[in-house]
T-cell receptor, first 114, second 117 residues
Framework: GQQLNQSPQSMFIQEGEDVSMNCTSS?????WLWYKQEPGEGPVLLIA?????ELTSNGRLTAQFGITRKDSFLNISASIPSDVGIYFC??????????????FGKGTHLIIQP | GAVVSQHPSWVICKSGTSVKIECRSL??????MFWYRQFPKQSLMLMAT?????????EQGVEKDKFLINHASLTLSTLTVTSAHPEDSSFYIC?????????????FGPGTRLTVL
């Protein structure tokens, strides 16, 4: 099946620093989504990307859908303590049938040091 | 908008018993819902796609007789873990697609922590 490689696995940063994480795929996706998950909760949608090359912002978050449709990145500017959590990329290929569900990356655990 | 709830939020059961988990879309109707499983410190893995009024579509390797899915209405899907065993202990999360938007984004419930003793 499809696999998403998400990196880095974890990040230890100082408050106020910028953060960058990315996902690559062995196959093409038609939709890229970025979620944040906090302990014991379900993922919360941050940004959705629908077209190759698309660059979308949501506050301090910016994400881009790669031109090749096989990659995406998420940037967080000026990190704050509440940004702590696990960030997941997810892709959907719209091929129908059982493939309508999302394929998730393994997550990036963001830790902010005081 | 686009709120999805799950019940219960956590459950502890004895090995061999069955457990039912409910997933509800609170402010929209969802013809399609999805069930995921997440083991500690791992990613979400799609188990099955739940279709209102028809049979669920299961991912490869997921036993349909063990994980029974029923999508009886446009706002409710249930996952029943039959004859649960300790290896079924996991975090089960459902999601639903809101057709009023692009219809592509999935909104997730808060998850159900299942512990099988």
């Amino acid at each position: 099946g499809q696999q998403l490689n998400q990196s880095p696995q974890s990040m230890f940063i100082q408050e106020g620093e910028d953060v960058s994480m990315n996902c690559t795929s062995s196959s093409i996706f038609n939709t890229w989504l970025w979620y944040k998950q906090e302990p014991g909760e379900g993922p919360v949608l941050l940004i959705a990307l629908y077209k190759a090359g698309e660059l979308t912002s949501n506050g301090r978050l910016t994400a881009q859908f790669g031109i090749t449709r096989k990659d995406s990145f998420l940037n967080i500017s000026a990190s704050i303590p509440s940004d702590v959590g696990i960030y997941f990329c997810a892709g959907r290929d719209h091929s129908g049938g059982g493939a309508d569900g999302l394929t998730f990356g393994k997550g990036t655990h963001l830790i902010i040091q005081p | 908008g686009a709120v999805v709830s799950q019940h219960p939020s956590w459950v502890i059961c004895k090995s061999g018993t069955s457990v039912k988990i409910e997933c509800r879309s609170l402010d929209f109707q969802a013809t399609t819902m999805f069930w995921y499983r997440q083991f500690p410190k791992q990613s979400l893995m799609l188990m099955a796609t739940s279709n209102e009024g028809s049979k669920a579509t299961y991912e490869q390797g997921v036993e349909k007789d063990k994980f029974l899915i029923n999508h009886a209405s446009l706002t409710l899907s249930t996952l029943t873990v039959t004859s649960a065993h300790p290896e079924d202990s996991s975090f089960y999360i459902c999601s639903a697609r809101d057709p009023s938007g692009s219809g592509i984004e999935q909104f997730f419930g808060p998850g159900t922590r299942l512990t099988v003793l």
